[in-house]
C-alpha cells in the first residue's frame, strides 16, 4: 500500500466514523428517542453532516484521489478510488447555496406536507413543490447530464442509470401487468386472508419474528431487531446492523413480511466486505440492488409455496391452536392476494411495481418542464384510474400519499421498480444454479441462497456498475422478462388467469 493510499484510507475512514455516529442517532431518533429531544437532535444531526460534507468536499481529497487515480495500484483499490473520485466530483459540482437552498426549502416542504396532507389541501403542498423542481433542475444542471436533467438525479441513487432505458422497460411492465390486474380485479373469490388476521398476539408475531431471522441468516450477534413507526434497517457499522418492524396484533402479514423485508436489507450490509469499511468496496453498490435483496426474500422466497411448507409449523408453534387443520395452500392464497388499492404502501406484488410507473413518469415530465405541479393532482388520478381502475378519495390519498418529494428526492422512486425486477432476475440465476432450491426453502435450509447471494453480490459492493453487477451475477443483461414471467407464473395459477 502506497503512502498517499494509506492517507486516503484514514480520511475515509474519518468519514466513516461521523458516518457511523449519524446513522446512530438517526436510528436512535426513529425508536428510542423521547419527543422532546427533536430540536437538539436535528442540530446535532446537522452539526455532524455538515462535518461529513467539509471531509468529502475537501480539496485536499480531491487532489489526493486525481494523484492516486491510474498509479497501478490493484483491482480493490483502484475500484476504490475510481469510486471515491466519482463521488468526490459529483459532491462538488453542486455549489454549497444550492445545498443550503434546497436544504431550507425542503425542510419548509416537509411541514408544509404533512399538513397539506392532514388537512387534505394540495394547495399548501404545491408552491413548494414547485421551488423544489425548479432547484433540482439547478442540480441536475450542475451536475451535468448526457441525455436528460432526470439521469443526472437518477444516477444518485443508482448509478449509471439512464431515464430513457428505465422507461421503456416500465413501459413493457405496465403493459404487461395491467390486463393481469383487471384480470384479477374481476376474481372477487375470497382469498382466506382472514388466516392471518385478528387476534395474533404481538409476543408470538415477535418470537416467531426473531426465529425466521435467525433462520433465514441474519446474524443477531451482529445486528438488532427493534420496534419504530415505520420499519427500516440501518448500518452503524460492521458488526453492528439495526432492523425494526412493527407489530399489529390484528394483522400477522404486516410485521412478518416487514420483518423479512428489512432481514433482506440487513443481510445485504453484513454480507459486504467488513475490510473494506468506509470505501465504496465496503458500501451496498445501488439502491435497486438494495431493494432487489429485500424484495428477493420478501417476495420470491417469502410468498412462495416452498416457505408455506416451511411457516405453517413455525406459525403452530408461536400460535397454539390457532393454525390446526390449515393447509400450506391456504396460506400461499392469503398471502398473495392481488387487490388494487390507492397507496403504494399498502401495493401487492403485481401493483406495486405500477405505483412506481407513474411517480416516475410525472417526475420525468415535470423535471423536462412539460408539466406542472398544478397538473399533478388530476395526472395522477387519471393514471391511477387507466392503470388500477381505483380512484383515490382525495389528494391525501392520491398525490400527497408520498413523503419522499417533500424531501427532494426525485430519481429515488424507480429504484424501488429496480429493485423488483432484478430479485426476478436473480432468482431465476439462482433457482437454475441450486436446482433444490425450492427443497431447502420448505425445510428452512436457506443458507444455501444466502451464499449464492453473498458470492455473486454481497462481498463485491461497488466493484461494478449496478447493472454490471446484476448482468455479471445471472449471465443475462436485465430487463423485463424474468420479472413479468414469474407474475404470470404465479399469479396465472392463483388466479386461474
Ligand atoms: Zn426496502
Same mark, same amino acid.
Given at each position: ?9 484514514? #480520511? ?43 471531509? !468529502? ?8 484521489? *486525481? ?26 459540482? +453542486? ?5 443550503? =437552498? ?11 406536507? !404533512? ?8 394547495? %399548501? ?32 441513487? =443508482? ?39 385478528? /387476534?395474533?398476539? +404481538? ?42 418492524? $412493527? ?13 423479512? $423485508? *428489512? ?5 445485504? *450490509? ?10 465504496? %468496496?465496503? =458500501? ?17 422466497? /417469502?410468498?412462495?409455496? !416452498? ?42 406484488? +403485481?401493483?406495486?411495481? %405500477?405505483?412506481? +410507473? ?15 405541479? !398544478? ?33 427532494? %428526492? ?8 429496480? /429493485? ?6 436473480? $432468482? ?15 425445510? /428452512? ?9 453473498? =458470492? ?19 449471465? #443475462? *443483461? ?20
Amino acid at each position: 500500500m502506497t503512502e498517499a493510499y494509506a492517507r486516503y484510507r484514514e #480520511r475515509m475512514s474519518e468519514i466513516q466514523a461521523l458516518n457511523s455516529a449519524l446513522s446512530l442517532l438517526s436510528w436512535d431518533q426513529e425508536t428510542l428517542m423521547p419527543p422532546r429531544g427533536l430540536a437538539s437532535r436535528s442540530t446535532t444531526r446537522a452539526a455532524l453532516a455538515g462535518l461529513v460534507h467539509d471531509r !468529502a468536499t475537501d480539496p485536499a481529497l480531491g487532489a489526493l484521489l *486525481e494523484g492516486l487515480a491510474g498509479t497501478g495500484q490493484d483491482a480493490a483499490a483502484a475500484a476504490n478510488v475510481r469510486e471515491s473520485l466519482r463521488d468526490y466530483r459529483r459532491a462538488v459540482r +453542486v455549489p454549497r447555496d444550492l445545498v443550503t =437552498e434546497l436544504a431550507e426549502t425542503t425542510t419548509l416542504a416537509q411541514q408544509a406536507w !404533512a399538513e397539506a396532507r392532514t388537512r387534505n389541501e394540495w394547495p %399548501l403542498f404545491a408552491p413548494l413543490l414547485g421551488r423544489i423542481v425548479g432547484l433540482k433542475r439547478r442540480e441536475a444542471e450542475a451536475l451535468g447530464y448526457r441525455d436528460e436533467p432526470y439521469d443526472a438525479l437518477l444516477d444518485e441513487y =443508482e448509478p449509471g442509470a439512464r431515464a430513457a432505458d428505465l422507461a421503456r422497460i416500465f413501459a413493457e411492465v405496465r403493459t404487461a401487468l395491467v390486463p393481469l390486474v383487471e384480470a384479477a380485479r374481476r376474481d372477487p373469490a375470497d382469498r382466506g386472508e382472514d388466516l392471518l388476521r385478528g /387476534g395474533l398476539p +404481538v409476543a408470538g408475531q415477535d418470537a416467531l419474528g426473531r426465529h425466521i431471522l435467525k433462520d433465514l441468516g441474519f446474524d443477531l450477534e451482529g445486528g438488532r431487531l427493534d420496534l419504530s413507526a415505520h420499519p427500516f434497517s440501518t448500518q452503524i457499522a460492521p458488526g453492528d446492523v439495526r432492523l425494526t418492524t $412493527h407489530y399489529d396484533a390484528d394483522d400477522l402479514q404486516k410485521s412478518l413480511y416487514s420483518t423479512i $423485508h *428489512e432481514a433482506g436489507h440487513g443481510m445485504y *450490509e453484513q454480507g459486504l466486505p467488513a475490510d473494506q469499511v468506509g470505501l465504496p %468496496l465496503g =458500501e451496498a453498490v445501488s439502491l435497486g440492488v438494495h431493494e432487489s435483496q429485500s424484495r428477493l426474500w420478501e417476495n420470491q422466497i /417469502g410468498r412462495s409455496r !416452498a416457505f408455506m411448507s416451511y411457516l405453517l409449523p413455525l406459525l403452530r408453534r408461536h400460535f397454539p391452536g390457532r393454525f390446526d387443520g390449515v393447509a400450506p395452500e391456504q396460506l400461499d392464497r392469503a398471502v398473495n392476494v392481488v387487490r388494487p388499492s390507492a397507496i403504494r404502501i399498502e401495493a401487492d406484488e +403485481v401493483t406495486y411495481t %405500477l405505483h412506481i +410507473v407513474l411517480r416516475m413518469e410525472l417526475e420525468r415530465a415535470l423535471l423536462r418542464g412539460e408539466i406542472d405541479v !398544478a397538473d399533478l393532482p388530476s395526472l395522477w388520478n387519471e393514471r391511477m384510474r387507466a392503470d388500477l381502475g381505483v380512484v383515490p378519495a382525495d389528494d391525501a390519498e392520491g398525490v400527497l400519499q408520498d413523503i419522499h418529494w417533500s424531501f427532494g %428526492l426525485f430519481g429515488y422512486f424507480p429504484t424501488y421498480a429496480l /429493485g423488483n425486477l432484478y430479485a426476478a432476475e436473480l $432468482h431465476l440465476a439462482a433457482k437454475r444454479d441450486l436446482p433444490g432450491l425450492d427443497d431447502e426453502v420448505a425445510r /428452512g435450509d436457506f443458507l444455501p441462497l444466502l451464499t449464492w447471494l453473498r =458470492e455473486r453480490i454481497h462481498r463485491h459492493g461497488r466493484e461494478l456498475a449496478p447493472r454490471e453487477l446484476v448482468h455479471a451475477a445471472t449471465g #443475462r *443483461e436485465p430487463g423485463a422478462g424474468p420479472y413479468l414471467d414469474y407474475l404470470r407464473a404465479k399469479f396465472g395459477a392463483l388466479y386461474a388467469v
